[in-house]
């Protein structure tokens, strides 16, 4: 079986608050990890509030460095959190979709063939061309996951985004992360 | 990472990097996400006039207002006698604004996106240039307010004008390696950013803006103040965009380009170096 990513005795501590160093407080964080992720798996991490999965995610996104150990992969490798973070007020939603999606490491050609479903996804019509400031918190919210499931990866990371917009979306949303995850070569999932 | 990373073999997400390798490595990561540098560059500039009904043309005016003040300030009310003084200030504060804005936006480049950086594996480095080219763009927009000068002032139009744009370049480079070194440390000590407005602040004065290379050396003459006011690296590239214009020859002595140089490349070098070693730890703490 494949290996699409590898963790070994991964650490990451947060640092503790200079108020509290004088108090015998252990830092937050995750501390030597070990797993694999392989084709075709879905694995789900669940745990309390604080037990650091998000640190995990983010460390397997390669968005957080870790203390010590390693994490390898192989192909692309996609988070599913934060979605909208980057957008620009100023800018139009199409225009905020390109930036959003070169964020996600995606050149102008690969959007440029999926910037039409993007904007059908996200229901947005004629307001795709306006600044995204005119727009409520549940459009930009429709934007963001519209751009962040349009890309196939080979390792989908996904920490609980999908609690947006109304009950129709959200359903929608639902089927298109299922079909993502159909798509994706694996996925790890993040929950309480 | 993208697609483009995909392969037959486990790469380590964070691979090891040499130090003295780092100042050429931000070089090249920096090629490698031209695409998102283009776009990052084109949303400040588009988002910075958009809503202004005179658009870009704020570029132009805004150093022209100031000098209008400037020269009001120097003529009227100190005596100044010299009528190529506006012009003068015109290109102090261009330069000025140029080197500033490169170091504070640099500077604050992990700050003001950390929200971003703590959800998209982005090459940081992209984000701390995108500020600085934007502000290089928006300075060459603004040199076009000499142009009205050159026929009142019937100034020369020589091939040493080609010096402009390198003179600018060379205090943006300035700003920005500076930005770089303070960027991570920035992150986690918010009181640097409040220290750097300051600093902006006072620099603004003692810097060649109001005044000019010659006022300094015919007041301090070419002892140890000569060499304190050169660890300015403002002050050759700002006299040096002054005598390209003006078609004049300041007396700036060969170790004052050697500092203005050492001080632009030891910022850049080890701006890189403690940057990439730094940053990426520097957003998970905050």
Request: proline share 5%; charged share 15%; with cysteine.
């Amino acid at each position: 079986m494949t290996v699409v990513m590898r963790l070994e005795d991964v650490t990451l501590e947060y640092p503790v608050p200079r108020q509290y160093r004088k108090e015998d407080i252990q830092p937050s964080g995750v501390r030597n990890i070990s797993l694999e992720v392989n084709q075709g798996e879905v694995l789900g991490i669940i745990g309390r509030n604080g037990s650091g999965k998000s640190t995990l995610l983010k460390m397997m996104a390669g968005v957080f460095p870790p203390d010590s150990g390693t994490i390898s992969a192989r192909g692309s490798v996609s988070l599913l959190a934060g979605v909208g973070v980057g957008f620009h007020k100023e800018l139009t939603g199409c225009e905020n979709a390109y930036l959003y999606g070169a964020l996600m490491g995606r050149t102008t050609e690969q959007i440029d063939g999926l910037i039409e479903e993007i904007q059908s996804f996200a229901e947005l019509d004629h307001h795709f061309d306006r600044p995204i400031r005119t727009y409520s918190s549940g459009m930009k919210s429709r934007l963001g996951i519209s751009v962040a499931t349009a890309f196939r990866p080979d390792l989908l990371l996904i920490d609980e985004v999908l609690g947006v917009g109304d009950a129709s979306f959200r359903k929608k949303s639902e089927d298109r992360v299922k079909q993502l995850i159909q798509d994706s070569g694996a996925v790890v999932i993040v929950s309480h | 990472m993208n697609a483009s990373d995909k392969g037959s073999t486990l790469i380590p997400l964070w691979g090891k990097r040499s130090l003295h390798r780092l100042p050429f490595i931000v070089l090249t990561d920096l090629f490698r996400s031209r695409h998102l540098l283009r776009l990052l560059i084109k949303r400040d500039l588009n988002a910075r006039y958009r809503r202004a009904y005179l658009g870009y043309t704020w570029a132009v005016l805004e150093p022209l207002l100031l000098a209008v003040v400037y020269t009001f300030i120097f003529t009227i009310l100190v005596g100044s006698s010299d009528p190529l003084y506006p012009v003068k200030i015109i290109i102090g504060i261009i330069g000025w604004t140029m080197f500033a804005r490169s170091l504070t936006t640099s500077t604050k480049s992990l700050s003001s996106s950390i929200n971003l950086f703590q959800f998209a594996r982005v090459p940081k480095t992209v984000f701390a240039t995108s500020g600085t080219l934007t502000n290089a763009v928006l300075a060459v927009i603004s040199l076009t307010c000499l142009i009205p000068f050159y026929f009142i002032h019937d100034l020369p139009i020589t091939a040493n004008l080609l010096m402009l744009p390198v003179w600018l370049l060379l205090l943006s480079f300035t700003g920005w390696g500076i930005g770089l070194l303070l960027a991570p440390l920035a992150c986690k000590i918010p009181d640097i950013l409040n220290l750097i407005n300051f600093l902006v602040r006072a620099g603004f004065f003692l810097s060649p803006v109001m005044w000019t290379y010659d006022m300094f050396n015919s007041r301090f003459g070419d002892g140890w103040h000569a060499i304190v006011a050169h660890l300015n690296p403002t002050v050759v590239p700002i006299t040096g965009m002054r005598d390209v214009v003006l078609g004049e020859s300041s007396a700036i002595p060969g170790y004052g380009y050697a500092m203005c140089l050492t001080i632009a490349l030891l910022g850049y070098v080890f701006g890189a170096m403690v940057f990439e070693r730094k940053a990426h730890r520097a957003v998970v703490n905050v």
